[in-house]
């Protein structure tokens, strides 16, 4: 069974554009756990421009199954050890960036992501790396001793998206989640995710884990969050 992971980050941007407290990113959490979502993802961000401090604190307070993506720094991981979230995704960030561009940089900051992963992995909480699709990153993961792993499916999706050739962008992804697994690592994927492309990822049996935000949380303002809960559900089933 292939698991929904919901990002509730942009519930954040949408209350932070007022300044006020609604809508709620816990309110929206529960609902989306209510509806058929395995987990909840927040992503808490050093600029907090949607996830704030005090949404981390309700959400690891309630019994939510937890993913919490957080940069890799020392300080940043003080505040997931101190609030003990079910999951950790280390991704990359950058101050100016939209959205998250791409994978780590896992051979750059390889002590770094190693001192954290471990820190992690003895307060027991499951760790997974948010990566590209490449056989090299994944060998780093394992080194790393990374519980999972995350592909990045930015690129694919957006040539879905674009109506281009993706097969060569899918054929990484399948080859990279065989070879993930085939370590002892968990596949996950995430980013930019749509229908169309979750029901082209779900094909892939590496896969366990689909963590998706921005398309979920926009597309529930014109039909309900519960629809499109549904039927990326649906999606992820066949």
Excluded: W
Aim: net charge positive.
């Amino acid at each position: 069974m292939k698991n929904l992971g919901v990002n509730v980050d942009h519930v954040g941007t949408l209350r932070n554009a007022r300044g006020e407290k609604h809508p709620d990113p816990l309110l929206v959490a529960k609902q989306a756990i209510n509806f058929g979502a395995d987990s909840i993802t927040i992503h808490l961000r050093e600029d907090r421009r949607h996830i704030k401090d005090e949404d981390l604190i309700k959400l690891s307070k309630t019994k939510i199954p937890l993913n919490l993506e957080i940069a890799c720094n020392y300080k940043m991981m003080k505040i997931a050890l101190k609030y003990n979230p079910n999951f950790v995704c280390l991704v990359p960030e950058k101050r100016e960036e939209l959205t998250t561009e791409g994978g780590l940089n896992l051979i750059k900051n390889y002590k770094k992501i190693k001192f954290i992963i471990k820190k992690l992995n003895k307060k027991k909480i499951r760790t997974s790396l948010f990566i590209n699709p490449t056989i090299k990153d994944i060998k780093y993961s394992k080194k790393i001793n990374s519980n999972c792993i995350e592909i990045h499916t930015g690129k694919l999706s957006s040539l879905i998206k674009e109506k281009k050739n993706y097969k060569n962008e899918l054929n990484k992804i399948k080859n990279c989640a065989k070879f993930a697994k085939a370590l002892g690592l968990e596949v996950h994927a995430g980013h930019g995710m749509d229908y169309k492309t979750t029901q082209i990822l779900a094909k892939i049996s590496e896969i366990k884990e689909f963590n998706i935000g921005h398309f979920i949380i926009g597309e529930a303002i014109s039909v309900g969050l519960k629809e499109v809960i549904r039927k990326i559900k649906k999606s992820i089933k066949k």
